[in-house]
């Protein structure tokens, strides 16, 4: 029997070629403009956004709920999928948990830039200064800071542990070829994992369990974004049903990025035998799900805010759906709910071209609703008036385009320098469907 | 110059059953200090080395319990010992707002203690380890399963162990060498 996984170490360990090359001096271009924005918001200050009174959440939050969603809703799939022993995720949780990993970089710019002064967010930790100054642990901005940073930490644990026996995969892949150096490199990263029958069973326990305990994280994660909004007295915000809304809506983003993901990894990678036609209209009509249960959580909202609200609460909704807000409303409606039942046809599944399409604009319809919520929830508040207009600025674009070009960036070199697909589950479920055979 | 002793007999197989056949052989023969090598899991194997992964999930609740402990008590001592603010003359000691983080913290020590915590029953990390000194040892990690029987064990001796691997049909056995 020769090694079934031997293409995806090949895959990693081959000079990139020109498309690879192209597209990360693209990404790497696009990280000098979020330097520069960011630069810009560390000197000059949040003056050089758009926020005003009472816009004082725009992009930044938006963005953060955004990115926030896509982690988890990628990292929720990576750990059902490992719960579940799916063969599934042998193929796509591990870019799962990368995509999962890279949205978290993205969203920790926000909400550390957020609060004006960065350099001050370490008073969100409990410690001893000569101000005197504690956090106050009511808050749900210090409940936030917590959940990010449990959710950094256990994500890329996760992550790695899950990584470490394909890593010494790779060290002995690169030290056959002669290549010393990458081994050396590979071989640091993979602790001196030797493939010990009792590590791997320790291994095995200690990664089904932290899936386990990923799963509630993410949930709550979210929630807190959400309760942020929830406690203010803003009528559009208001709202017990808003934890359960941001949740259920984030799914079609997380989901519709690793579907693009998974997408183009299978051609540009030539992955095609990890990443079978099953996979992707497994993965597809998954897709297809979250938007439905987007759709009713929409429905749930219009009827709930119309049927039971106070008249208050329904002028607030009513400028998000029918007022100025209806473009945003109706577009994350269409792109995230409505677009991805396009994936029920086989079809459409069949055409990479289609799926890569359909999962970034069912992930650009929940950047709408974010932005929908954020910056349309405050056209109606208690006053009879409220502006200026919220407009976002040239800094704050070039945060958002920044922070894309980083994650594709981050994704783009996890794709090359470690691979892509989990090759020790491919090999084990490769041996059972062998055995399989043998006995029939 | 004098050779340092065999770390052990190393029998390469090339099936996961052969091995996990092999493991019980020499279990059966009175073998208590030996290690399968395997390129993924098989809980088969582990199970006949008499391994038990329940440690790793005593480490994960024990470290939950006290980062909910530190958690939950941080929050109190600060909010009501340290800087207590009067919100509208609630109580100070307001434990339900005090969960979410507690929740927050339980969950991430006891994640990364089940990480670090089965690195560390595994004896990782570590630079180097005899056995890969064994030949053709690199193939563990993509497509070969490997039993060490090691010089430890009191039934080890050159000629008989290598003599009781080769009963079990194995590709090949080599002696490996400690250092």
């Not at chain 1, 990280?31 to 630069?39: E, K």
């Amino acid at each position: 029997m020769s090694d079934v996984t031997a293409p995806v170490a090949a895959a990693a360990l081959r000079p990139g070629a020109w498309g690879f090359r192209l597209s990360v001096a693209f990404c790497a271009a696009g990280v000098v403009v979020l330097a520069a924005s960011v630069a810009a918001v560390l000197v000059r200050g949040v003056g050089v956004w758009g926020n005003n009174i009472p816009h004082v959440w725009g992009f930044d939050l938006i963005g953060y709920a955004w990115w926030i969603g896509i982690a988890n809703a990628a990292s929720l799939f990576a750990a059902i999928l490992v719960l579940r022993r799916h063969g599934l995720r042998t193929a796509v949780n591990r870019f799962a948990e990368a995509a999962a990993l890279a949205a978290i970089l993205a969203a920790a710019f926000y909400p550390i830039l957020h609060l004006g002064r960065a350099e001050l967010f370490l008073w969100t930790l409990p410690y001893p200064s000569y101000t005197g100054l504690w956090p106050q642990f009511g808050s749900p901005l210090v409940w936030d800071f917590w959940g990010i940073m449990s959710h950094v930490v256990v994500t890329s644990l996760f992550w790695f542990i899950g990584l470490i026996p394909d890593l010494a995969t790779m060290r002995d892949a690169a030290a056959t070829r002669g290549r010393i150096g990458a081994a050396r490199a590979y071989g640091l990263l993979a602790l001196g994992w030797r493939g010990s029958v009792a590590h791997w069973h320790r291994h095995q326990a200690a990664y089904r369990l932290v899936a386990a305990m990923v799963l509630p994280l993410l949930l709550w994660a979210q929630t807190v974004v959400a309760l942020e909004f929830a406690t203010t007295l803003v009528p559009g915000w208001h709202q017990a049903r808003l934890p359960l809304h941001v949740v259920v809506t984030g799914l079609p983003s997380g989901l519709g990025v690793v579907l693009a993901l998974a997408a183009v990894l299978r051609h540009a990678l030539s992955l095609q035998r990890f990443v079978d036609r099953e996979d992707m209209n497994l993965l597809a009509q998954l897709t297809a799900t979250a938007g439905l249960v987007a759709a009713l959580a929409y429905a749930h909202e219009l009827l709930v805010g119309f049927a039971e609200e106070d008249p208050t609460t329904r002028a607030a909704l009513s400028a998000r759906v029918l007022g100025p807000g209806a473009p945003a409303y109706w577009g994350a409606v269409a792109l995230s709910a409505a677009l991805p039942q396009l994936l029920w046809s086989g079809w459409a599944r069949r055409r990479t071209l289609v799926l890569v399409a359909v999962g970034t604009l069912a992930a650009a319809g929940v950047w709408l609703d974010r932005w929908s919520l954020v910056v349309d929830g405050l056209l109606r508040d208690h006053l009879v008036g409220i502006g200026p207009a919220y407009s976002p600025s040239l800094a704050e674009w070039g945060l958002l385009g920044g922070t894309l070009a980083l994650f594709a960036l981050v994704l783009l070199l996890f794709g090359r320098l470690v691979p892509a697909v989990s090759m020790y589950e491919t090999r084990h479920e490769e041996s059972e469907a062998e055995m399989e055979e043998e006995e029939r | 110059m004098s050779h340092p002793p065999p770390f052990g007999q190393m029998a390469e197989f090339a099936e996961a059953d052969a091995l996990t056949e092999a493991v019980r052989a020499a279990r059966a023969a009175g073998w208590r200090h030996l290690e399968a090598y395997s390129p993924y899991p098989i809980p088969e194997a582990a199970e006949a080395l008499g391994v038990s992964a329940a440690p790793v999930g005593y480490i994960a609740l024990a470290a939950g319990a006290f980062g909910a402990a530190l958690a939950a008590g941080t929050a109190w001592y600060i909010s009501v010992h340290l800087y207590p603010v009067n919100v509208g003359g609630r109580p100070l000691n307001a434990w339900p707002t005090f969960m979410p983080t507690t929740y927050l913290v339980a969950i991430l020590w006891a994640c990364a203690a089940a990480l670090i915590g089965m690195l560390a029953l595994n004896g990782l990390p570590r630079l180097s380890h005899p056995a890969f000194f064994a030949r053709g040892f690199h193939r563990a990690s993509a497509d070969r399963f490997f039993l060490l029987l090691s010089s430890d064990d009191p039934l080890y001796e050159p000629e008989g162990t290598a003599q009781f691997l080769r009963g079990l049909s194995p590709l090949r056995v080599s002696e490996v060498r400690s250092a």
